[in-house]
């Protein structure tokens, strides 16, 4: 049951950790705040994911989830501390006290454009070194960035990235699932195909979701109205009322329906610099 030598700095014991309050649920179980004692570090703040019951698919996922966030080291991505093998799975991370994106702007309508296109444009940084390592995240959403503080986006929730293969550049799926479907790229919903371009369109909701404060998108349609919508009457959402023309822009390109139109996550930082300087500075 050990994990390899190789992944030793990342496995906690039980004693390492101390459990508080749950911060939420997700589809695996739930999250709890605590601490976890580090020999480098110290006692720092975690989350701690924990699995609802003896799902061993469901503890798989996870273990693929800490696989993959095992070579993941960036500001702008949630950290994973380790993973600690109790009466269940818990995956240790770093905490994000103000919690996920959507339901923080929703409660700050005070905030300014400039410091929402600035958490957006950290975002794009996260994003752009994750498609540097080669994969897809295939659940960008205003949910999966969390925030340390007001000024500080994490992107987070694995759980259906996937690494692409060298000479292939995008992953196929070979079963749709419980697929975000406002968040996908019409590609993703006709083919199944999933590479960087779709996680750019993705980028365009998730956008959209926070210059809206939080709203939701397509708030009335369903999965079926939302291709109608997207392809046959070639309608977008519509630009947020707070939000800057120029920054409406920018989403409009991410939803480009020719993923060749559609800009790089490298593109997008600069751009949202860009933004975020110009906001600043009327
Ligand atoms: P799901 O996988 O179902 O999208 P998660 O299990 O990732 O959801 O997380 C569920 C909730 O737990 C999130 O909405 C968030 O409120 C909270 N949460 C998850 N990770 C963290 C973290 N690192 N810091 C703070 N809160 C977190």
Known sequence: DDLPRTKDTFSIRQSQLELEEELGSGQFGSVQKGYCTLKREGRIPVAVKKLKSEDKSAEEEMLKEADLMRNLT???IVRMIGL??????????????????????????????????????????????LHSKNYVHRDLAARNVLLVSENSAKISDFGMSKALNIGNDYYKAQEAGKWPLKW???????????????????????????????????????????????????????????????????????????????PTFEEIDQKMKYQQQRLLSL
């Open 74 to 76: 960036h500001q702008r």
């Open 84 to 129: 600690c093998r109790a009466d269940c799975i818990m995956l240790v991370l770093e905490l994000c006290p103000c919690g996920p994106l959507n339901s923080f702007l929703a409660k700050h309508k005070e905030l300014k454009q400039s410091t929402v296109v600035q958490l957006m444009w950290q975002v794009a940084q996260g994003m752009s070194y």
């Open 184 to 262: 996908y790229a019409p590609e993703c919903v006709y083919y199944w195909k999933f590479d960087a371009k779709s996680d750019v369109w993705s980028y365009g909701v998730t956008l959209w979701e926070a210059t809206s404060y939080g709203e939701k998108p397509y708030r009335k349609m369903k999965g079926n109205e939302i291709l109608k919508f997207l392809v046959e009457d070639e309608k977008r959402l519509q630009k947020p009322d707070f939000c800057d023309e120029q920054v409406y822009e920018i989403m409009l390109e991410c939803w480009q329906y020719d993923k060749k139109d559609r």
